[in-house]
T-cell receptor, first 113, second 112 residues
């Protein structure tokens, strides 16, 4: 049973470009969570999605960030017009239901030049 | 607001020595509590979790944690540390069943 998959593992973008991060949850999991880990900090919740629905986006910056989890395909975290402060590790987790254990992917390390 | 405090940023222990990593949480309802471990450049691996029941929880790799409601604590312990345990350890509380609130992490160094 494959774990949570994220790609790319490393992403380099110049300021002003778009970053698109993908997450495929574990088989049988329909709940996806995105977290951001800034250098020297713990993980911060960004958004919680179920298929085709955003359930909780209380941790998402108000501008430039968006997330989706379509009926088919992976969950996507999109960052438009990236700035240097967006450089971080972005982790995706999945669970089979709310209040169940979240299993994490390997993360995408985003570097903005 | 919900929060998790890991008071020790770095801990160094000798191989074979016992280990205790501290975690205190602030959350009004019954907490779901977790310990995860992260090796450099890697994702997070679940060590153990507490949802309800027995307050002493056993996890993988010989780790255990004890939930103490009166102290709002969920400290992680291991009786004998191995060099491969060197990593960063995160305590987290599940909030409203959806998101995890993490502590800042404790970096464990193991000296031989």
């Amino acid at each position: 049973n494959a774990g949570v998959m994220q790609n790319p593992r490393h992403l380099v973008r110049r300021r002003g470009q778009e970053a698109r991060l993908r997450c495929s949850p574990m088989k049988g999991h329909s709940h996806v969570y995105w977290y951001r880990q800034l250098p020297e900090e713990g993980l911060k919740f960004m958004v919680y999605l179920q298929k085709e629905n955003i359930i909780d986006e209380s941790g998402m910056p108000k501008e430039r960030f968006s997330a989706e989890f379509p009926k088919e395909g992976p969950s996507i975290l999109r960052i438009q017009q990236v700035v240097r402060g967006d450089s971080a590790a972005y982790f995706c987790a999945s669970s089979p239901a709310p209040q169940e254990t979240q299993y994490f992917g390997p993360g995408t390390r985003l570097l903005v030049l | 607001a919900q929060s998790v405090t890991q008071p020790d940023i770095h801990i160094t222990v000798s191989e074979g020595a016992s280990l205790e990593l501290r975690c205190n949480y602030s959350y009004g309802a019954t907490p779901y509590l977790f310990w995860y471990v992260q090796s450099p450049g890697q994702g997070l691996q679940l060590l153990l979790k507490y949802f309800s029941g027995d307050t002493l929880v056993q996890g993988i790799k010989g780790f255990e944690a004890e939930f103490k409601r009166s102290q709002s604590s969920f400290n992680l312990r291991k009786p004998s540390v191995h060099w491969s345990d060197a990593a960063e350890y995160f305590c987290a509380v599940g909030v409203y069943g959806n998101k995890l609130v993490f502590g800042a992490g404790t970096i464990l160094r193991v000296k031989s």
